[in-house]
């Protein structure tokens, strides 16, 4: 690998980030496949490749966020939904629960939302199941037969889907909260019940004059976190 070909993957790399506000512009089907097929090369253990994807667009994309907004946003019917596997620890202990809350703190600062203001961080939560505006929503599901080593065969995948996407120029933001709504998600794409949904994520070209762009999260010295022996 040439030094050019590497400094590009580096940036691939260190350049992603989560986007929360995207422009219209829509994605060449062809664009998406190619970025599927890449990150598809993923490494898999015994090659099982566990990862199943729902690509939605348009009138599709349209009427899935709105069947899960009009859940979302009726209390009473929210609360009656629930992801199918725990997305965070029952007791959050530091460094971890310090790093989320600045994470929030930095992002909601940006936006002006205080603390207290319950109305717009609903409002604001609810972005993610617009794919906050993205042309291109994906829905990461797995069967529900499989085990750990294949959720780390798709966290890779998925990493590998956002790099390749920024050698297209392009952003994404994955997005736990869809699986609080795996019963609409299922019933809106017609999938079995084998299919355990995992995530979503939005995948576009930033809007860059959005405010919550403007987002830059730190990363932990490595003397934190390596350890050479």
């Known amino acids: 690998m040439s030094d050019q070909q590497r400094q590009a993957v580096d940036h691939a790399i260190t ?131 499989l085990g750990y080593a294949a959720w780390i065969d798709y966290g890779m995948f998925l990493g590998n889907l956002m790099t390749a996407a920024r050698g297209h120029g392009l952003h994404t933001c994955p997005q736990f909260a869809f699986s609080q709504f795996h019963q609409i998600i299922r019933a809106q794409l017609a999938l079995g019940e084998e299919h355990k949904v995992i995530c979503g994520m939005a995948l576009g070209y930033e809007n860059t004059a959005a405010v919550e762009n403007s987002l830059r999260t730190e990363r932990a010295p490595l003397t934190d976190w390596a350890h050479f022996h």
């Open 15 to 145: 350049s992603r980030r989560s986007v929360r506000a995207f422009l219209p512009t829509e994605i060449p089907r062809a664009t998406i496949e190619s970025l599927l097929e890449t990150a598809a090369r993923s490494a898999s253990g015994t090659n099982i490749q566990p990862w199943q994807v729902q690509v939605v667009t348009g009138a599709a994309k349209t009427a899935l966020s709105d069947k899960i907004l009009e859940a979302f946003n009726d209390p009473t019917v929210a609360a009656t939904h629930r992801s199918e596997f725990p997305i965070y620890p029952n007791e959050w202990v530091s460094p971890f629960i310090d790093r989320r809350r600045k994470v929030g703190w930095d992002l909601y600062g940006l936006l002006g939302i205080g603390k207290g203001d319950f109305e717009r961080t609903h409002r604001q939560h609810a972005r993610n199941f617009e794919f906050f505006d993205a042309p291109v929503g994906l829905i990461f599901t797995i069967h529900r037969s």
